[in-house]
């Protein structure tokens, strides 16, 4: 082969997959734009013509007999296609007055970035359009699969999201300040068995590490795993960090405490002896500041605040609870019932 061969092929190869990745978008694109068209005609004709049931299931037979290799003309779904419209166009107060008012309204362009099945999953479990629209982004933003979606929608990811109680505001950079701020929640919400009142911090991080795809589910894009435990010798004394993530986006270390109890004043400054020593023996020079997240059973929120007022460390308090809500994705890699009792016998 002449010389530079090998290395326009590999070019040439991220070329194609580039644009295969555009055809694909493009095309969902367009597919969630009739969609709309269809819903939003739909619409009009039940208004203006009085169209019912028969019409549609009419409509939905001679659709699939002219274009039999299309999958997406059931009754089912067309029915689908006219609450994709309205869900988007319709005041809850007036419903008729607000098709006539938003006939012919713009899709809004988010939607055309997520697939069918995730925009169902939007305007049949969401009635707050701020929550679908919210939603839509994280879902392009972070490539959630459906079932990834349903599951952040069910443990309320919406009104968790930058809610923790830091003080961010006065020891990061704004820029830094306002990413952090938005990776934290409150609560958090994992998916532990067998939880009981007396389950010690050492049995809560060996639950929340013994499935990591979890964990990090939870705890959001940007986190890499870097250990439970985490050895620090400082002047000759061990001390050990429950879990130690790097977060990618914020460019930073970042420090978890686990606490089975409520939010007391003095985990601040055992946070902060953490952070200073990761800062001193982990961090380089390219790093930004560690941040440190206590996470308790129970926060008061005027404790917590007090106890960060006047640190200079970056460190946010968020609480926790349990739930066995998992998607389905994951939950896939779990024995069923019937594994389990073979296994026992």
Avoid at 202 to 216: A, H, Y
Wanted: net charge positive; with cysteine; hydrophobic share 40%.
């Amino acid at each position: 082969m002449p010389p530079g061969y090998f290395r326009f092929f590999n070019e040439l190869k991220g070329w194609i997959r580039t644009a295969r990745v555009k055809a694909s978008l493009s095309a969902n694109r367009e597919l969630i734009a009739l969609y709309w068209r269809i819903g939003q005609g739909i619409v009009e004709r039940q208004r203006v013509a009085g169209w019912g049931k028969s019409v549609v299931e009419r409509l939905s037979r001679d659709l699939r007999s002219e274009f039999p290799d299309s999958m997406g003309f059931s009754v089912q779904n067309i029915w689908k296609m006219r609450a994709f419209f309205l869900a988007w166009t319709r005041e809850l107060s007036n419903l008729s007055q607000a098709v006539r008012e938003l006939a012919g309204r713009a899709m809004p362009p988010e939607l055309g970035e997520i697939p069918w099945g995730q925009n169902t999953e939007l305007i049949f479990r969401l009635k707050n359009p701020l929550e679908r629209i919210w939603y839509a982004r994280k879902t392009i933003e972070h490539g959630w699969s459906r079932a990834i979606l349903v599951h952040q929608i069910e443990t309320g990811l919406y009104g968790r999201s930058g809610r923790a109680v830091t003080n961010f505001s006065k020891t990061l950079p704004p820029i830094q300040s306002d990413l952090a701020s938005q990776v934290m929640k409150d609560p958090y919400v994992f998916d532990i068995k067998a939880v009981n009142e007396r389950l010690r911090e050492r049995d809560l991080e060996k639950c929340l590490v013994d499935d990591i795809r979890k964990l990090l589910l939870e705890l959001g894009v940007g986190f890499a795993f870097v250990g439970s435990q985490y050895p620090l010798e400082v002047e000759g004394e061990d001390f050990y960090i429950d879990l130690l993530f790097y977060h990618l986006r914020l460019r930073c270390f970042v420090v978890i405490d686990l606490k089975t109890g409520p939010f007391r004043p003095e985990h601040a400054g055992k946070m902060n002896f953490y952070l200073s020593a990761v800062d001193d023996l982990l961090k380089n020079e390219h790093d930004n500041p560690t941040i440190g997240i206590i996470l308790c059973k129970t926060k008061k929120k005027l404790i917590a605040e007090y106890a960060l007022r006047k640190m200079d460390a970056p460190i946010g308090v968020s609480g926790y609870r349990f739930t066995r809500v998992m998607p389905e994705e994951l939950g896939k890699s779990l024995p069923s019932a019937e594994e389990l009792e073979r296994r026992l016998t």
